[in-house]
């Protein structure tokens, strides 16, 4: 990636590929099996070893304190594998994000600090909605000096497995009126949570979710009252590079899983890739995979240097991303041919992933639209 | 290399577009009975699809992923119970005789809840269009009769095809590039028979089909010339099912691995031996393999065409439904002008998508069509009001005789121009396209559409994108498509140019 011109991260550059290589390349199929066969927790054990489930965490809070440049560089790399490990770390980045958008730092370092285990330091987040877009179905009474919370939200990522959950919920007052939503957090250790069985998704498989019920469960307030929608916003934008990066590292394995088999496989009497229109499919992918590099470097160095208009840049790399990795994923399965239809090959997983991916942070089309609604009012 | 004079002229030296409108042609000719026929298949199809299609279908994708190994002995059975295995077989071969085109509307309603189990129904078809195509109207109709006995005893017996190897899938589909393949699947003539050593993968349906229709070459490296094509009943010596694949989608329908290991087939079971001329005229073989091959996809591709739409009206009525009953920002998802915008686009392209494979089958209704024979309305309606005793006793006998083969090539293979061969495949591939493209576009865009909920398995969306992925690879590729029909329509006027020879 680009950024590593940035010498600083190319450590992290080359501890994500180690890390992918050795620890996600030879089990892809199997990892991928789950929720029908076993959840890879040793690998999520291994990753958090490594520190890569506190990248733009702070030094104090116990992270590594780097900024969306570091954990873009570390998402591109593991996603060419594997993208399911890259939602899991994005969840999580991302649920600290909003803790750190909150003003929970305190809060966030006391996880990190007395987390006994990898899942315990884990926070479970309904990464691919925008709580202000469909209405939360979580709502939260004052309860003396605390909160209860009551409902059931969906497709909460990392749900049931990680240690916490943060969640939007609408809080209650007096004379009934509910104004924006605010985030709690959750020990999903505690009494009155029921949770699904796991959602067995599009793509993403090892990156687990299910939906959870609440019923009275106490709630820590992350952040002011209300103020749910900022704290999200300002995440969200950030965390749009993160999306944009595992894009591009999918799109970079199939572009190089579709290289290598069509100078491997025969057709008319010759290696695939000297048949022309083939060869312009290739094309057309290599010069999507080159502009995703650009495109998630240059998103990474505007938020990290907090260039004017940082989250409209981050957001357009996203949904450009998409577009093209959705597409490209597409065209990568057709060079392959049925094998890129069999889970012998990575093709059709990282189809699936990036569709999946596409889905992070809210709907679609809507943040297209949102996109277009910030420009004009000139944010 | 083409002079600017030579170039000049390209666009007027293919047919006028006028030309090519087959329903304005085929109209006027078609029997009035299809349309009530066809609407009578259509509602069949759709109330299986209520009675057994919706209720399973999620629940069956979902557990050929707790179990990769099974398959779907009890939806063979259902559509064998419902009829679906006979009902395109011609009433001379005992079969239901509902016209041929119908299926295509009938793939499209099936497709629409669910595209694996569609397959399940009609991988068979294939295997029918494979044998049919032979003009070897004796075996055929031995092993169509075995088919309608298996839906009265209960016991089916359905066909499949057998035709892509481990090193060949687009090469073994173009005759121009078949003697370059890295082919395996090797007949030898010996007394009595062939043996046959190689095999075959991605076979849909191959490990529940009674019978594969199976191509193997009795040279290797000269197959455009000695092609054979067999019957091969489950179970024969020799013939055993290896891996069952591991797919995205479609998984209600298995794709097998065929293993012929010294597989003795006798004489009778050859549908077709290339090298034997008898009745076919004076095409060379080279010509009469591809001739075959054409004839096989010039039905199939439109169907995949029609699997596609199928998809891509399942997908946009699942987008539908969820838009007319789903809040966002405070009001429903269907009064939000994007959303209406997105609905529009997906509603215009399973209308273009049906129009295209509708198209295609009117070009095989024309004089040298396929289904051109049986739907001129002398033979529509004898075949559709003479009684069964007749084709059963006494016409059924007649297809033993060679005289009775030999009035069938001459029919089919000999009165068939060279220029409407191109014509029905040519668009065959413009159909299987538009088809598989609009199904993995409006797929996509369900998901899109629903977000969050699109990912999640029982809301039928994310099954669709799986699904619909596997309809642009097989039946050829869309990219080998787009060079037949470059070579069909485009490039079979232009004398200088060549396909597959870069």
């Known amino acids: 990636m680009l950024t590593t011109i940035k010498s600083e991260l190319k450590p992290f550059e080359d501890l994500a590929h180690n890390f992918a290589v050795r620890e996600l390349a030879a089990n892809r199929k199997a990892n991928d099996s789950y929720p029908f066969g076993p959840f890879f927790d040793p690998v999520v054990a291994r990753a958090y070893e490594a520190g890569l489930l506190g990248i733009t965490v702070p030094e104090e809070c116990s992270g590594a304190g780097q900024g969306i440049g570091a954990l873009c560089v570390i998402l591109d790399r593991i996603s060419a594998v594997d993208a399911s490990l890259s939602g899991i770390i994005f969840t999580n980045a991302l649920a600290q994000e909003i803790m750190l958008a909150a003003g929970g730092k305190d809060t966030l370092k006391g996880i990190m600090e007395k987390a006994t285990d990898t899942r315990s330091t884990l926070i479970a987040y309904p990464a691919f909605s925008n709580p202000g877009e469909t209405q939360t179905g979580l709502d939260a009474v004052r309860a003396g000096g605390t909160f209860r919370l009551s409902g059931t939200i969906e497709y909460v990522v990392l749900g049931g497995m990680a240690g916490h959950a943060l969640v939007p919920a609408r809080i209650k007052g007096q004379d009934g009126r509910q104004d924006g939503y605010t985030f709690f957090l959750v020990d999903q250790g505690g009494k009155g949570i029921t949770k699904t069985e796991p959602i067995f998704s599009l793509g993403l498989h090892a990156c687990p979710a299910v939906d959870l019920t609440l019923a009275g469960v106490e709630g820590i307030p992350v952040g002011k009252e209300g103020d749910g929608a900022r704290c999200f916003d300002h995440a969200s934008d950030r965390m749009h590079a993160a999306v944009a990066a595992i894009q591009c590292g999918i799109m970079k394995g199939a572009f190089q899983e579709a290289l290598s088999y069509s100078q491997e496989r025969f057709q008319g009497g010759r290696e695939i890739i000297n048949w022309s229109a083939l060869r312009m499919l290739l094309g057309d992918m290599a010069v999507q995979a080159g502009i995703a590099d650009i495109v998630v470097s240059g998103a990474a160095m505007a938020v990290d240097q907090q260039d004017p208009q940082w989250g409209l840049s981050a957001r357009a790399a996203a949904l450009h991303l998409s577009e093209l990795a959705c597409k490209l994923t597409t065209d990568g399965i057709q060079i392959l041919g049925g094998n890129g239809y069999m889970k012998d090959y990575g093709q059709e997983k990282r189809f699936r992933d990036a569709k999946q991916v596409q889905a992070l942070l809210g709907l679609f089309p809507l943040r297209k639209l949102g996109l277009v609604s910030a420009m004009a009012k000139g944010q | ?502």
């Open chain 2, 1 to 502: 290399m083409i002079s600017p004079e030579g170039s000049k002229s390209l666009p007027d030296r293919g047919s006028r577009f006028d030309e090519s409108l087959f329903s304005l042609q085929a109209m006027p000719k078609i029997p009035r009975g299809m349309l009530k026929e066809t609407q009578k298949a259509v509602a069949l199809a759709r109330k299986f699809n209520d009675e057994v299609v919706r209720p399973q279908a999620l629940e069956i994708d979902r557990q050929t992923h707790a179990d990769p190994e099974y398959l779907p002995w009890d939806l063979v059975k259902k559509a064998n119970e419902w009829g679906f295995y006979t009902m395109f077989i011609p009433k001379l071969f005992g079969g239901q005789g509902f016209n041929m085109p119908a299926s295509a509307y009938v793939v499209e309603e099936l497709s629409s809840a669910c595209v694996g189990i569609a397959n399940v129904v009609f991988v068979h078809y294939l295997g029918v269009a494979g044998i049919l195509a032979s003009w070897n109207v004796s075996l055929a109709n031995k092993i169509f009769r075995e088919v309608v006995r298996g839906q009265k005893s209960g016991k089916p017996s359905i066909i499949s095809l057998a035709i892509t190897e481990p090193g060949a899938g687009t090469d073994v589909e173009e005759n121009e590039l078949i003697d370059r393949a890295r082919l395996n699947c090797h007949a030898e003539k010996v007394k009595g028979g062939y043996i046959v050593n190689g095999s075959k993968i991605f076979i849909s349906m191959g490990h529940v089909s009674e019978w594969c229709c199976l191509i193997a070459y009795r040279d290797l490296k000269k197959a455009s010339e000695n092609t054979v094509t067999f019957a091969v009943r489950t179970g024969t010596k020799g013939f055993t099912f290896g891996k069952h694949e591991d797919k995205m989608g479609q998984r209600a329908c298995p794709a097998s691995e065929l293993i012929f290991e010294d597989c003795f087939i006798p004489d009778e079971y050859v549908l077709r031996d290339s090298s034997i001329r008898e009745g076919f005229g004076t095409r060379p073989i080279a010509d009469l393999i591809e001739q075959y091959i054409h004839f096989v996809v010039s039905v199939t591709r439109p169907a995949v065409g029609a699997f596609g739409t199928g998809v891509a009206r399942g997908a946009y009525e699942t987008a539908l439904k969820f838009a007319g009953e789903t809040e966002v920002g405070g009001k429903l998802l269907i009064n939000h002008e994007w959303a209406q915008a997105m609905l529009a686009e997906m509603y215009k392209n399973v209308v273009i998508g049906r129009l295209s494979y509708t198209e295609a089958n009117y070009a095989n209704g024309l004089p040298g069509g396929i289904y051109n024979i049986l739907q001129r309305k002398p033979v529509y309606y004898y075949q559709k009001y003479a009684p069964k005793f007749i084709f059963d006793y006494l016409i059924s006998p007649l297809l033993d005789l060679e005289i009775t083969q030999r009035i069938f090539r001459r029919l089919f293979v000999d009165s068939q121009s060279l220029e409407v061969q191109q014509r029905c495949s040519g668009w065959a591939s413009l159909a299987k396209i538009v088809g598989t493209d609009m199904g993995v576009k409006n797929s996509q865009m369900a998901v899109e559409l629903m977000g969050q909920a699109g990912l999640r398995h029982e809301r039928g969306a994310e099954k669709f994108l799986r699904d619909s992925k596997l309809l642009q690879i097989y039946e050829g590729t869309n990219q080998l498509n787009r060079i037949n029909l470059f070579n069909n329509l485009i490039g079979s006027s232009i004398p200088q140019a060549r396909a597959f020879e870069e």
